[in-house]
């Protein structure tokens, strides 16, 4: 979550104007309203390529993901999954029967040159998650040529690409894709707040009818009441704004992040996934293990995550994964402060 949206959810003023029509079962690909605002700012702000007959909205990415399973993969399949990964993601796909074959990410994401044939191929492309690497375009249209020559698809979790600092903006790998091979997921968690619990995925025309039944059949539909405020908050500007101001908060605390980091910890740690999203890895140089440093920095009072966690494989070193959006400047500063004092 990055930074709260004032004057966003006026459901309870949704709900008084509703009419009874608006109260009965809505349609399980979502509401037109909200569908159509989402097209819109998507092909604005992430080159993505679609209409609003492609987007099916959700409870979330966590349900795009078991949609996904339902419609496109049978027991046994192979979906390759970047290592370190989300384990929410990793666990719905497991969940299905997957086999999950991992590939491992270097300071520029998965390399696609090394992938074996699968079904699918799930990736963060605009920022891994946790390492935050940025997936080269170069690898981006090798990918999309190896899930031609697999008949796989990519699933292109792009779970923070709003938030980004430096340079050119990465576009989403679905507007690079000719053949219809991507699965583009969205979610407002990072955006709005995660008990929102509303996401979308942009899937090829012909998989619309099939990914509108599983939405069906799993739970009828998204709540009408919450998608329509959303698609007024979206298509007023007013979400814009929110993002262009959570943006310059952010990069404000992301600024005073690496400088205190640059200041306190210096060599002895080096720093990933700057460039883009709500959170940096922090790779300590030392001999300590993560679980030691995890423990020492809680004792002094600073709540940090290991990075093994997302591991399938075992980590090749100690790892931990710094969020910011949530902490205001001295926070961060006192934070890392007291982390020197154990790493
Ligand atoms: C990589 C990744 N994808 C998606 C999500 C968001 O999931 P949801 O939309 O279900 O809240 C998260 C949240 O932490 C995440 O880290």
């Given amino acids: 979550m990055a930074v709260l949206p004032s004057g966003i959810f006026h459901t309870r003023r949704g709900a008084r104007r509703a009419s009874a029509r608006d109260l009965d079962y809505g349609p399980p690909e979502g509401a037109p309203s909200l569908r159509e605002a989402i097209a819109d700012y998507l092909h604005r702000a992430r080159a993505v390529v679609c209409d609003a007959a492609r987007v099916v909205i959700v409870n979330g990415s966590q349900q795009t993901l078991d949609l996904t399973a339902r419609v496109l993969l049978d027991r046994g399949d192979r979906v390759i999954v970047e290592d370190p990964q989300y384990q929410g993601a990793r666990e719905v796909l497991r969940a299905a029967g997957a086999r999950l074959q991992t590939a491992t990410v270097d300071r520029e994401g998965i390399d696609p040159a090394k992938l074996p044939k699968a079904r699918a191929a799930l990736v963060t492309p605009s920022h891994q998650f946790p390492t935050g690497a940025i997936l080269p375009l170069a690898r981006r249209l090798a990918l999309l040529q190896w899930a031609k020559r697999s008949r796989a698809v990519v699933i292109e979790d792009d779970y923070d690409g709003e938030f980004h600092y ?22 407002f968690s990072r955006t709005v707040f995660p008990a929102l619990r509303i996401g979308y995925l942009v899937v090829p025309k012909a998989l619309v009818d099939p990914f509108t039944g599983a939405k069906w059949l799993c739970d009828r539909h998204t709540p009408t009441l919450e998608q329509e405020t959303l698609a007024e908050f979206i298509v007023s500007g007013a979400y814009e704004r929110h993002l262009r101001r959570a943006r310059r908060k952010n990069a404000v605390r992301r600024r005073a992040l690496l400088e205190a980091i640059r200041d306190h910890l210096g060599d002895r740690v080096e720093v990933t996934g700057e460039g883009s999203g709500a959170h940096v890895a922090l790779w300590p140089r030392g001999r300590i293990s993560e679980e030691t440093l995890v423990t020492r920095a809680a004792e002094c009072g600073v709540a940090i995550t290991g990075i093994s966690q997302y591991f399938l494989r075992a980590n090749p070193r ?18 890392i402060m007291r982390l020197a004092a154990v790493v």
């Fill in 318 to 335: 100690p790892g931990l994964l710094l969020g910011y959006a949530r902490l205001c400047e001295s926070q961060i500063r006192e934070g």
């Fill in 166 to 187: 430096e340079g050119q903006p990465v576009e989403s790998m679905q507007g690079l894709d000719t053949e219809g091979r991507v699965i583009y997921i969205g979610t």
